[in-house]
């Protein structure tokens, strides 16, 4: 555990305990004392270094609206079966759920807040394959989103979801 705390509310949010423990140091970081808001100057990876295989960084431009991978861990691209560092979010990078992603990552961009996301991966037949992820915007020096910091894990559960894709805001 980074942090000298356990947020036992925090640990019940999340299946997947990497993603509870990058929460924890997220919401340590000082924060802007009018928004509230993390700068990306102050999170430091290196702090992190043994979850970087679960993290995806994206960088956000606003003119236009556009999310590209700067970098994906290892455990991520081993488990999806690609790399998708340095590609941009549109088309079909991601086939249907392409405008699913965006539309979530420009929530979390646009209230610049943390999200926890739970997706359906529906591919090769397979069933109960879950995404959990973890989004934590990070802001630059106008208060502007221009990285988010993206976390998962695929899980196999017993069932499907209920919903293909469920989308929470973190306090």
């Not at 947020?7 to 990497?18: G, L």
């Not at 488990?79 to 699913?100: C, N, P």
């Not at 502007?144 to 069932?159: C, E, L, M």
């Amino acid at each position: 555990m980074i942090c000298a705390y356990e947020d036992k509310h925090v640990t019940a949010i999340f299946w997947e305990p990497r993603l509870s423990e990058l929460y924890i140091y997220w919401d340590s970081i000082k924060k802007d004392p009018v928004t509230g808001r993390t700068a990306q100057t102050d999170f430091d990876l290196s702090a992190i270094g043994h979850l970087l295989p679960i993290i995806n960084i994206i960088d956000v431009s606003w003119k236009p609206l556009q999310f590209r991978h700067r970098s994906v861990g290892n455990d991520i691209i081993i488990q999806m079966g690609r790399d998708v560092s340095g590609k941009v979010i549109e088309g079909d990078l991601y086939g249907f759920a392409t405008q699913d992603v965006f539309n979530s990552l420009t929530l979390v961009a646009r209230e610049a807040r943390p999200y926890r996301r739970l997706a359906q991966l529906d591919w090769n037949g397979t069933e109960g394959v879950v995404l959990e992820a973890l989004e934590l915007p990070l802001v630059d020096d106008h208060q502007n989103v221009a990285v988010i910091i993206r976390a998962s894990q695929i899980t196999k559960q017993g069932s499907p979801l209920s919903q293909r894709l469920q989308y929470d805001p973190l306090p």
